[in-house]
C-alpha cells in the first residue's frame, strides 16, 4: 500500500523560507509523476510544482523562481521516494495546507495527510 507522509510545515514571517518533504513508501516508484499541490479553506486544491521520473518540472505561476522541486530515490529499488519543496520568499497568499501526490502510469493518484504551511508577521 502506498504511503505518504509530508513533514517541514510550520510558521514562516514573510520572507522567510520552509522546506517540505514527503516520503514515498510502498511499491517501486518508476515513471510517476510526483508533486506538491496545496488549499485553502474553501477553495479548489492547486497545483504548486510537479516534477516526473527524468527530472522535468513544471510550476504554477505563483511558484516559479521562489519554489523549487526535487526527488530522490532513498532506495536502490526505488521503493522510497523523497519529494522536496523549497519554498522561498514565502508570501501570506502562500499559506495553505499543502498535501504531496503522486500520479502512477495507471492514473491512480496518491495523497498525503497535508501538512499546514502559515506565513505570518
Known amino acids: 500500500q502506498v504511503q505518504l507522509v509530508e513533514s517541514g510545515g510550520g510558521l514562516v514571517q514573510p520572507g522567510g523560507s520552509l522546506r517540505l518533504s514527503c516520503v514515498a513508501s510502498g511499491r517501486s516508484f518508476a515513471f510517476e509523476k510526483l508533486g506538491w499541490y496545496r488549499q485553502t479553506p474553501g477553495d479548489q486544491r492547486e497545483l504548486v510544482a510537479t516534477?516526473?521520473?527524468?527530472?522535468?518540472?513544471?510550476?504554477?505561476?505563483?511558484a516559479k523562481g521562489r519554489f523549487a522541486i526535487s526527488r530522490i530515490n532513498a532506495e536502490t529499488d526505488r521503493t522510497q521516494v523523497v519529494i522536496d519543496l523549497q519554498m522561498n520568499d514565502l508570501r501570506s497568499d502562500d499559506t495553505a495546507v499543502y498535501y504531496c501526490?503522486?500520479?502512477?502510469?495507471?492514473?491512480?493518484?496518491?495523497w498525503g495527510q497535508g501538512t499546514q504551511v502559515t506565513v505570518s508577521a
Open positions: 501526490r503522486i500520479l502512477t502510469p495507471a492514473l491512480n493518484v496518491y
Open positions: 516534477i516526473d521520473d527524468y527530472g522535468n518540472t513544471d510550476y504554477a505561476d505563483s
